[in-house]
């Protein structure tokens, strides 16, 4: 039963990431019953079959956004000063942004973002 009143919720806000060939995250604000809100963070993975897709969930409360967003961002400088430092992180976005260049521009590049070579 919890699991169908969650699905009724109404979704006030959808943000969506895309994550190379295979996985989106979707970042969904919902507003309950009693006009609160929470956040449901999914990670949706194409099968490498190519049927369906492999989803999962993490529900975040108000209660929980401080703290959450605060260590998250702590574990992510962490990796990219510490363990990492080299790492060229905006290489993703460059490769995203040229991408969707591509497709404005109807140049002969790859038509789809999965033929990209991430």
């Known amino acids: 039963m ?5 699905g009724k919720f109404e979704s006030v806000y959808t943000a969506k990431v895309k994550a190379g060939k ?13 006009e609160d809100f929470y956040i449901t ?10 049927e369906g897709y492999e989803r999962h969930k993490i529900f975040l ?21 510490d363990l990492m430092p080299d790492f060229d992180y905006e290489q993703f976005e460059k490769r995203q942004a040229e991408w969707e260049a591509s497709l404005e521009e109807g140049d002969n ?3 789809k ?6």
């Open 2 to 6: 919890e699991n169908e009143d969650r």
């Open 22 to 34: 295979r996985r989106t995250y979707f970042f969904d604000v919902k507003r309950t019953k009693g």
């Open 41 to 50: 963070l999914t990670e949706s993975t194409k099968k490498f079959n190519g």
């Open 61 to 81: 409360y108000k209660e929980d956004f401080n703290r959450f967003l605060s260590q998250l961002q702590e574990t992510i400088d962490h990796v990219k000063k």
């Open 109 to 111: 590049r790859p038509k």
């Open 113 to 118: 973002e999965d033929d990209m070579n991430w």
